[in-house]
């Protein structure tokens, strides 16, 4: 995956993509002879490149028309990128996913006010996890490539518009193209190592339905010196907390996605970098000069960093909000679990241990966000956070552990978590306070005011 932002990548060719029927055209490959026979019928361009294999599939991608990625593209290019190592799930991979859930679930409703948020369960291959989640990347990614290709639209020079011509007029398409490709490739780098549908802090399967991916399941088990079932089960335990919270706090998936577009509206792009950029490659350099009929030339001026957004004040406090909210999702579904298969499950240490370095080195919710905004996820942030919910449920209970998350303004902030114990200890002078408050209050009507002495003295005296 590209370490920049939505780094550009080309169109994939494998011919295996193509649209049945059109790859095989015997001893004329490129369609040369729809070519000439259709100009000497008569038939329009149009019609005739239409006819050709190579440009008929070119004409399909540009003729995307259904928002600022293009998701066909990407659809295609993530499966035809995990077809070599696909595995369907089977039968008994299914009912023990089923089995795995319902257990973590109830172990679970001894640790946490929330209730379950599962309602179905699944266990998708590769190929289903990537087809059932597009429609929430599609709520996530879509805002921030179309801001992207919006600006990259607005800051091309206006010679380099004349030179590239029609390219120019379809710069949106050709953005929905390169986004849909980018997309394909991280979509299906994922797919080959989540374990589950909310990996990447997200919720990305369908409301109610917790997922366990098999075929990942049992990639990540190999080497842990545990038996499949009880990986399995730890697992199990990660996905449905993680339901309970995102189903059972209303806001929360709304804030994370807000805090992906508060990123997204504050892309701009430099426009004195593009000329200079486009400059240079029109005079000789990047490889080779700048030809809008070569594919390969455009995509090496992408590729050069001169389209890299600028990143503002406004956008670096959207990521901090964001790295926040991932740190306490993940650090709340680490305390839970820890409090639910600690006396229960025999290898959790050596489990948790596992995911901890597996985040560490880089995990699926440190891929995804990297590629989309630039955001690397630092594990102290996530150990901190972890902190802050252990010692809430070890010293105010459960019950107001949870209890934090029925308003955004109750969470620990990004400096809260510089001091985690910190924050925790005022959480108890907080709750004294409120009931000394309250004691007050239920007081208050039975003692006199001042005034009422006042008149109860002057009315003793007169009698």
Not at 90 to 96: L, N, T
Not at 109 to 137: F, H, Y
Not at 244 to 271: C, K, S
Request: aromatic share 4%; charged share 25%; no cysteine.
């Amino acid at each position: 995956m590209s370490d920049l932002p939505f780094g550009f990548g080309p169109p994939d060719r494998d011919p295996e993509r193509r649209e049945p029927g059109r790859g095989d055209q015997g001893g004329d490959p490129f369609g040369l002879g729809a070519l000439f026979g259709g100009m000497a019928g008569g038939g329009s361009p149009e019609d005739v490149l239409g006819k050709m294999p190579l440009f008929a599939e070119l004409q399909k991608l540009m003729n995307w028309s259904g928002g600022p990625v293009n998701w066909d593209l990407a659809r295609q290019g993530a499966i035809s990128q995990l077809a070599a190592g696909h595995q369907p799930s089977s039968e008994q991979e299914r009912a023990a996913t089923a089995e795995s859930l319902r257990l973590a679930d109830l172990w679970l409703d001894q640790v946490t006010e929330l209730p379950s948020g599962i309602e179905r369960t699944a266990a998708w291959s590769r190929v289903e996890w990537v087809e059932q989640t597009q429609p929430a990347w599609a709520a996530l990614i879509d805002p921030l490539a179309e801001r992207v290709v919006a600006a990259m639209t607005s800051a091309l020079p206006e010679e380099a518009a004349m030179s590239f011509g029609p390219i120019a007029g379809i710069m949106g398409r050709m953005g929905g193209m390169m986004f849909g490709a980018q997309v394909g490739q991280a979509l299906g780098s994922l797919a080959g190592e989540v374990l589950t549908s909310t990996d990447v802090g997200l919720p990305l399967a369908p409301a109610g339905t917790g997922v366990l991916v098999p075929q990942n399941l049992a990639s990540f088990a190999e080497g842990l010196d545990r038996p499949a079932d009880e990986v399995r089960l730890f697992v199990a335990l990660r996905e449905a907390a993680s339901q309970r919270l995102f189903a059972h706090v209303p806001w929360l998936r709304q804030q994370l996605q807000d805090a992906v577009h508060a990123y997204a509206r504050g892309i701009t792009i430099d426009r004195e970098a593009i000329e200079r950029g486009i400059t240079e490659a029109m005079a000789g350099g990047m490889g080779g000069g700048l030809d809008p009929s070569d594919p390969e030339s455009i995509q090496r001026l992408l590729g050069s960093g001169v389209l890299e957004p600028e990143e503002t004040p406004e956008q670096q406090m959207a990521l901090r909000r964001l790295e926040t909210l991932l740190a306490l999702v993940e650090g709340w579904v680490d305390a839970v679990v820890a409090a639910a298969a600690a006396d229960r499950l025999p290898g959790h240490a050596a489990l948790a241990e596992t995911m901890r370095r597996r985040r560490a080195s880089g995990g699926p919710a440190e891929q995804t966000f990297a590629t989309l905004v630039g955001l690397q996820l630092r594990p102290r942030r996530l150990r901190d956070a972890a902190t802050v919910w252990g010692a809430m449920g070890q010293q105010h209970g459960s019950a107001e552990r949870d209890r934090l998350w029925s308003h955004p303004d109750l969470l620990p902030t990004s400096e809260d978590l510089d001091e985690p114990l910190d924050f925790v200890a005022r959480q108890g002078l907080d709750d004294e306070l409120a009931a000394l408050t309250a004691d007050d209050a239920e007081r208050a009507p039975d003692r006199p005011s001042d005034d009422e002495d006042e008149d109860r003295r002057e009315l003793g005296g007169e009698g």
